[in-house]
């Protein structure tokens, strides 16, 4: 694709036309400064002329997209080609809210996508901070509750009320780690965010979002970690979410994850000495300002022990 899009502009280039706007519309935080950088690197093996041409006069708007969409399962599509009297094998269930946040960085224009309800803004990195701290980082802490509880959905974590109010500690933690979000009230935000996990329609496999931890937790959790230690709080909330996704890859049977083997060698040497050390030296995962803090580290091991001693069955934390 960053091969098209290279093609695309050399030829705007010698033809003397204005280079088109790139706009990402996956899910991959700053997307846009991402492909920009792709296609600014192929295009200078290229020619270095078109490439400082498309660095100088190119856009590439970053974006946000937020929308529940569980993986599609034979009964979704069962149900699409009842509904439509034709199959159609690319049919998703999805949640009735849906939003779209685009920074408005088009040199020749753009369609009136606010019309159509999607958030024009100079710079969409409070909305993605947004969403990963207090929407993915509440849904992984609900996958790895649900997985080591034996819960399918997140909708049936939800349904326990000690769970829900864990989630909801979380999202507080969470929003107290942001700076404000320009036209976002992030109470009312927190309070749709339950509502939208409890969704009894929506099917989302907490198997699912339990996947690739060890590449979501990071920008979800540990950097919220961070934040909150260095205002002068515990992170203790954060601690314990740590704590659910290290019992998770001590039960996991069939651990989907880039580091699977890194992380269950490492989860192996935790079930055989109790010491978190293994998981917490494994190169690149935890930040820095998080391995020094031990009183931190120490919340995580207090929280496996409580997970363990319940025989896996979360319990509420103060």
Known sequence: MIGVIVEGLARRHRAGIPPFTVLCCDNLPTNGRVVRRLVTEMASIRDEALAGWISDRAAFPSTMVDRIV???TTGTRQRAAHLLNAEDMLALDTEPFMQWVVEDDFPSGR?????????IVQTVQPYEKMKLRMLNGAHSMIAYIGQINGFQHVRDVMAVPSHRSLVERYMLAAAQTLDPVPGVDLQSYGEQLLTRFANPTIAHE???IAMDGSQKLPQRTFLAAVDDLAAGRSGEIFAYATAAWIAYLL??????????????????????GGNLNPIFSIAGLFPPPLLERKDWLDLVGMGLTEIRASGYLIPDIE
């Open 111 to 119: 369609p009136a996508w606010e019309l159509g309800g999607a958030l």
């Open 251 to 272: 039960q996991a049977m069939d651990l989907e994850d880039p580091r699977r083997d890194e992380l269950l060698a490492a989860a192996a040497k935790v079930a055989e």
């Open 206 to 208: 907490t198997r699912q």
């Open 70 to 72: 569980p993986a599609a």
